[in-house]
Antibody, heavy 119, light 113 residues
Framework: QVQLVQSGAEVKKPGASVKVSCKTS????????IHWVRQAPGQRLEWMGWVNGVTGNTVYSQKFQDRVTMTRDTSASAAYMELSSLTSEDTALYYC????????????WGRGTLVIVSS | DIVMTQSPDSLAVSLGERATIDCKSS????????????LAWYQQRPGQPPNLLIY???TRESGVPDRFSGSGSGTDFTLTISSLQAEDVAVYYC?????????FGQGTKVEIK
């Protein structure tokens, strides 16, 4: 079955970086892109960007453009999201989700990675 | 950015009764390549990731009970739960995937009355 397994929770200090992984299985990795969506406490879901499974091309939200990097490793069927210059406002649950090429909706999600930014 | 606004923020419905959630987009969210409306609905139960219910505004995802239906066009959309069950207690989100940045509604919390 389709699985998106994310890395474990992280606690970071302000100014640090965090890298979250999303390891997939049960489907052809390159048929999909991987999107990253975060959910801060009490806030709505917030889209951060995506990485194309085939090309590795990325599209980022302007909000995160300067400090986010999304990559993928086709040999490992995995995607990664690195966010730098963390502040307390980055404390959130970070989800990866897959999107079939030509669509746009998220038909499978990881369980989320909690990132806490605290001094 | 396209703003997605849901109403109400929360609602309490008796078991077996109908629940209706509205979602309004600030712009038309049409995919010009296929002339379909780029709107999805997700259910998020406590402690779980969102789960896809509806896409292209009205297409039910495989495995989703048929008591869930989506409707609407242009900028106004509705998610209907025809007969609320206990397991439907959750937060529901609409989502537009027409343009970048992708955006979500603020969520509607559904509870049992």
């Amino acid at each position: 079955q389709v699985q998106l397994v994310q890395s474990g929770a992280e606690v970071k200090k302000p100014g640090a970086s965090v890298k979250v992984s999303c390891k997939t299985s049960g489907y052809i990795f390159t048929d999909y892109s991987i999107h990253w969506v975060r959910q801060a406490p009490g806030q709505r879901l917030e889209w951060m960007g995506w990485v194309n499974g085939v090309t590795g091309n990325t599209v980022y939200s302007q909000k995160f453009q300067d400090r986010v990097t999304m990559t993928r490793d086709t040999s490992a069927s995995a995607a990664y999201m690195e966010l730098s210059s963390l502040t307390s406002e980055d404390t959130a649950l970070y989800y990866c989700a897959r999107v079939l090429s030509g669509t746009g909706y998220y038909d499978s999600w990881g369980r989320g990675t909690l990132v806490i930014v605290s001094s | 950015d396209i703003v997605m606004t849901q109403s109400p923020d929360s609602l309490a419905v008796s078991l077996g009764e109908r629940a209706t959630i509205d979602c309004k987009s600030s712009q038309i969210i049409l995919d010009s390549s296929n002339n379909k409306t780029s709107l999805a609905w997700y259910q998020q139960r406590p402690g779980q990731p969102p789960n896809l219910l509806i896409y292209w505004a009205s297409t039910r995802e495989s495995g989703v009970p048929d008591r869930f239906s989506g409707s609407g066009s242009g900028t106004d959309f509705t998610l209907t739960i025809s007969s609320l069950q206990a397991e439907d207690v959750a937060v529901y989100y609409c989502h537009q995937y027409s343009t970048v940045p992708r955006t979500f509604g603020q969520g509607t919390k559904v509870e049992i009355k």
